[in-house]
């Protein structure tokens, strides 16, 4: 048996990572146990770094076809590189997982390298690649193994025709056309990047709306919003199957209202309908408890139902799957672990989709006040009337605040928006605050800013804004 550690975190994602190390900070002996050559787990290697690389980059590229003209910015013989773009993406990836490499070296934290399961509440194994299999003896386990996507019944991902976002970051060229199956978070965001670099785009989507649990309003404009880019949407369908014809994916889908059924045919499928979490067979056997839904149930100081083992991160039964989520709840479990009063406020966790313009939450939404029979006021401002917005040419989207009736208090924030992702911020700030929408609306707010937006949807629920 090895060393003796206080805490021993199996999975190095933005849960798993930032847990070791707040717990090297607070003075415990710590490990970090990663199967993947690189650490940083999905977020950094297969998820949100890449597509944003992705995303930031197709952008620029059709901002040069579409937009530098009109701006008086002429430029000849726009090429797409896309073996480059995704070298510039892998760089991008490589120097964060570097990053962390270096962070742990710093806190001390010591990276253990292979695939780690828990032999019994103090032991944690170690298995290499080379099968050489070593255990440690530990205090506390941390598990922070995070989530993988799901397919659908009969429906098999192989990484080249039918892919999931990891193939779908990775295309070697343009598709034709690509069908994306889900109008969520990946779905959406990897639509946008391929349509930016020219494939034929069509979303299947089995509800009657785009992002489900996003503001309604929100989800009809953007679904308008992604339409006149292009993307076309088959909503209310249900995909019934898959079929690789000849190198192509030909996709059966019923209309869920009409009981229409349709066939289409494309180079590239994309299957974007959730995550599910990566709950191994060692978890299973040692009896942690588990959800219906089949997610490590924790109660409110991550313990799970072996005392000393925690859990964390898209693997546990609370909150979104969201990697921001997952950083503070392991800080939270760090500290608690180390007698420390840890928190995380599941009413305010910002959500953004980094397409373009990106979509932003934070808080309720109208349909769950309504659910839960909370009187509310809202107030409105579209970007149309920001002059900042109107400066970059950007006037889509709006701010949307909603207050208590009574208090005033804001219960939730949705934003359209070029910069939507950097503006929550403040209302997520606010929210933690307990502020009244009269608190925002008499904050002063930069000028030309699209924060000014947000003071004008917080007087707009007091019926003063001064510009619209
Ligand atoms: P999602 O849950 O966001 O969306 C899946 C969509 O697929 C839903 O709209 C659902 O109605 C639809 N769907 C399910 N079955 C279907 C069927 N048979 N036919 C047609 N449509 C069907 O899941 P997604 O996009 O895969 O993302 C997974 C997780 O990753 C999410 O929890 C999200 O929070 C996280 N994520 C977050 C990002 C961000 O913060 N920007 C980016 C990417 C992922």
Known sequence: ???????????????????????????????????????????????????????????????????????????????????????????????????????????????????????????????????????????????????????????????????????????????????????????????????????????????????????????????????????????????????????????????NKTAKRERIETDKVLVAVGRKPNISKNISELGIKLDSKNKIDVNSKFETSIKNIYAIGDIINKGPMLAHKAEDEGIATAEIIAGQAGHVNYDVIPAVIYTSPEVATVGKTEEQLEKEGIKYKIGKFPFLANSRAKVNNKTEGFVKIIADEKTDKVLGVSIISDVAGTLIAELALAMEFGASSEDIARTCHAHPTHSEAVKEAALAIDKRPIHF
Request: one cysteine or more; hydrophobic letters at 40%.
């Open 1 to 255: 048996m090895e060393n003796n550690f206080d805490v021993i975190v199996i999975g190095s994602g933005p849960g798993g990572y930032v847990c070791a190390i707040r717990s090297a900070q607070l003075g415990l002996k710590t490990a970090c146990v990663e199967m993947d050559n690189t650490l940083g787990g999905v977020c950094l290697n297969r998820g949100c770094i890449p597509s944003k690389s992705l995303l930031n980059s197709s952008e620029l590229y059709h901002k040069a076809q579409i937009e530098f003209n009109s701006l008086g910015i002429e430029v000849k013989n726009i090429k797409l590189n896309l073996l480059k773009m995704m070298d510039n993406k892998k760089k991008t990836v490589q120097d964060l997982t570097k990053g962390i490499e270096f962070l742990f070296k710093k806190n001390k934290v010591i990276h253990l390298k292979g695939k780690g399961s828990i032999a019994a509440k103090d032991i944690v194994t170690v298995t290499s690649n080379s099968k050489k299999k070593t255990s440690y003896k530990t205090k506390n386990i941390v598990i922070a193994t995070g989530s993988e996507p799901t397919s659908l019944p009969g429906i098999n991902i192989d990484e080249k025709i039918i892919v999931s976002s990891t193939g779908a970051l990775s295309f070697q060229e343009v598709p034709k056309e690509l069908i994306v199956i889900g109008g969520g978070y990946i779905g959406l965001e990897l639509s946008s990047v391929w349509k930016r670099l020219g494939s034929k785009v069509t979303v299947i989507e089995f509800l009657d709306h785009i992002i489900p649990g996003m503001d309604k309003d929100i989800s009809r404009e953007f679904l308008k919003i992604l339409g006149k880019q292009g993307i076309t949407f088959k909503l209310n369908s249900k995909v019934t199957g898959i079929n690789i014809i000849k190198n192509k994916a030909v996709i059966d889908f019923t209309n």
